[in-house]
């Protein structure tokens, strides 16, 4: 079992950068795929990006394609998501997640969740 906990939120002007942190508990961190979704106000969760185990594989939404980077340091136990050029459309919650295996875009696959941290874009 895994305990996720999010941090780096904020409100930060369009055009600018935040980086999230998502620190996890446990000893068997490496070996889970992990990922970023989040929540805007009115809509549904949304995958943003994931990575797998060993940090090689990542992917992401074709809303934050070239502009977040996800990234793992296993031997921190932590996840980060820099995020760069944002716009009031980022605004949301943004939560970590766990997962057991391969990564997956759906967050019906993911076991182990952070209770969000809120992301504020100003135009």
């Known amino acids: 079992q895994v305990q996720l906990v999010e941090s780096g939120g904020g409100l930060v002007q369009a055009g600018g950068s935040l980086r999230l942190s998502c620190a996890a508990s446990?000893?068997?961190?490496?070996?889970?795929?992990m990922g970023w979704f989040r929540r805007a106000p009115g809509k549904v969760r949304e995958f943003v990006a994931g990575v797998n185990w060993s940090g090689i594989n990542t992917y992401y939404s074709d809303s934050v394609k070239g502009r977040f980077t996800i990234s793992r340091d296993n031997a921190k136990n932590s996840m980060y998501l820099q995020m760069n050029s944002l716009s009031p459309e980022d605004t949301a919650v943004y939560y970590c997640?766990?997962?057991?295996?391969?990564?997956?875009?759906?967050?019906?696959?993911?076991?182990?969740w952070g209770q969000g941290t809120q992301v504020t874009v100003s135009s």
């Open positions: 446990g000893r068997t961190f490496n070996s889970y795929a």
């Open positions: 997640a766990a997962k057991g295996g391969g990564g997956s875009r759906s967050p019906d696959d993911y076991d182990y």
